[in-house]
């Protein structure tokens, strides 16, 4: 048996298992990309006890849904590293909605358990301050 095949049926074994790891996690395409630092940030920040400060909450009065359709979105944003500031005791991050026409970005700051909505930017015209 030569090198080349040898290495066909290594590269053929190595086929048949991606696409049976595939097909058994398929289900799980969670565990695919849970690991990555905007999706731990994002999930941290959905688990947390919410406080919303008082110029987010009279953006989230703006929106249909309120807190309801800022929890969907952060689900599918965008953290922005470069303008989040992960240093320190209290860590506040920036999402920037993609799939949510109503709202362009947030300002969280994460403490311990509480997630603080600081700031909320809507597509809505709304009479805030």
């Not at 398929?26 to 400060?53: A, C, F, M």
């Not at 359709?69 to 944003?77: G, N, V």
Request: hydrophobic fraction near 35%; include cysteine; charged fraction near 25%.
């Amino acid at each position: 048996m030569n090198f080349r095949q040898r290495l066909l049926r290594y590269l053929i074994g190595v086929g048949i298992g991606v696409i049976l790891s595939a097909y058994f996690f398929s289900d799980k395409k969670h565990l695919w990309t849970s690991w990555l630092p905007g999706n731990r940030v994002k999930e941290r920040i959905v688990q947390s006890y919410w406080d919303v400060s008082p110029e987010a909450d009279c953006h989230l009065q703006c929106l249909p849904n309120g807190m309801e359709d800022l929890r969907k979105a952060i689900s599918e944003a965008d953290v922005d590293f470069k303008q989040s500031d992960t240093q320190g005791e209290s860590k506040t991050y920036r999402l920037f909605f993609t799939e949510d026409a109503s709202l362009h970005y947030g300002l969280f700051s994460l403490r311990d358990s509480v997630a603080t909505v600081v700031e909320i930017e809507t597509s809505i015209p709304c009479d805030c301050p």
